[in-house]
Structures are given as C-alpha cells and as structure tokens.
C-alpha cells in the first residue's frame, strides 16, 4: 500500500465507500420495509392474520425452536437444495464438456434440450413421486430437472463463445483436444460457470419447495403447505422469511467462491 500512487489510494477508498454505501442502503430498505410492514399491522391497514407481522414471524420462530422442530426443518431443505444444486452444476457442466467435445452428440441432442427445457417441470413431480418413490430422492430429482438443462445450455453457450483464435493456436502448436479443453476452454469459462451457479441458486430452491409441496413429510415447503391448510399464516410468512434469509447466504457463497477463484487466477 505504501508504494501506491495517492491517485491509487484515492480510487480504493472510493470504492470501499461505494461498498459502504450499498451495503447500508440495502440494510435500510430491508429494515424499512419490515417496519412499515409491522406498523401497517398494528394499525389495522393490512389485516396480520393475512399477512402476519415481523413480530408474529419472530415469535413463531421462537415457538419453533422451543418444540425442538424449526433447524429439523431447516436443515432438511437446505441438504436437498445443497445436494440438487451441486449434482445440476456438476451434470450440467460434464454433460456441457461432452457436448462441446462431439459435435455429432451437440446437434443430435439440440432439439431435446430445447424441448426439455420449454417443458413445465413441475408437472413432471407426480411422475417422479411414482417412478422414485415419495422422499428426498423424489425432491432431489425434482430440483435437478428444473435446474439441469438451464446449466448445460448456459455452460455450452459459454464453451462455444470462446475466441476460436485462442484454440487455434493452442491447436497450432500440437496441442490435443484434452489440452485445449483444460487449458484454454475450462479456464475461459470459469466466469459462465460461476454465472450458472448463480443461476442454479435460484432454481435449486424452486425445485426443491416445489418437490416439498408435493411429497415431503418435513421441511420448509412441508411447512408452508401445512400452514396453508390450516390457515397459520404467521407459519407460511416465517417460511418465506427463513427460506429468503437461506437463499441469501447460498448466493454470497457463490459470491464468495467467484472471489476466490479470481484471486487465485490473478496470483
């Protein structure tokens, strides 16, 4: 830092402060919302047994963990999201790899990806609850049917938009198709990866809630169904709430994990 231009260390304070203003603006907006929220409830502008109150979700939280019931819960859904998500990166990526290493393979199965991928997935969970069994195996197949093809075709895409030049001359120099591929392709692509991480956050979660409505005995979706039909909307709002907080941490351990990548790249 010392050896640093003053013009230098005038453009990373900037940006420290920039961070500082984000990171302050979101918490405001957040801490707003839930206080007018809370205020409109108590007010009897919205009516709470509809649309709970942040303090009628703390306190259900609070029950939860005293019946012993809220991480069993948590931690149910957050495996199956875990396990769906990093088996639709990994699938998604190796089935990526083959499609670009044969192009005979890519234009053959072209159509049935973009077929799959239009088709709406949650209609296929009943058959899967039939094929699988009712369990997590069931959610998990769920999850990876939403987030699969998304991952192929964004990875592919990105495989496909890397400056053939680059290859060429890796290809020039007698390079083989496994060294171009771990030298030149999968380095190149680490930011579309990344991206699809991003993406499969998201989606992981759908899948995973959407399988938990269906089938599941247990979990976040388990309990917002229940609480649904028998209309606990403070155990439905506390759900949501829990699963956005959860959703929130997942994705800054994809930010996170970009963040070390780059690091190690640069170094």
Known sequence: MSNSSPEH???LKKVRQEKVKVRVTQALILIIALGLW??????GIVDPFITSQPSRVLKTMINLHQEGVLFHHIAITCMETIIGFILGTVLGTMIAIVLWWSEFISKVSEPYLVILNSLPKIALGPIFIVWIGAGPAAIIVMTLAISLIVTILEVLNGFLSIDQEKIKLVQTF????IQVLTKVLLPASFPTIVNALKINVG???VGVIVGEFLVSKAGLGYLIVYGGQVFKLDLVMTSVFILGIAA???????????KILVKNSDS
């Open 248 to 258: 929130a941490l997942m994705y800054q351990g994809v930010v996170l994990f970009e």
């Open 38 to 43: 809370e205020i409109c409830a108590r007010a």
């Open 9 to 11: 260390r005038a453009y």
């Open 174 to 177: 007698g390079g083989t198709k």
């Open 203 to 205: 989606l992981s979660w």
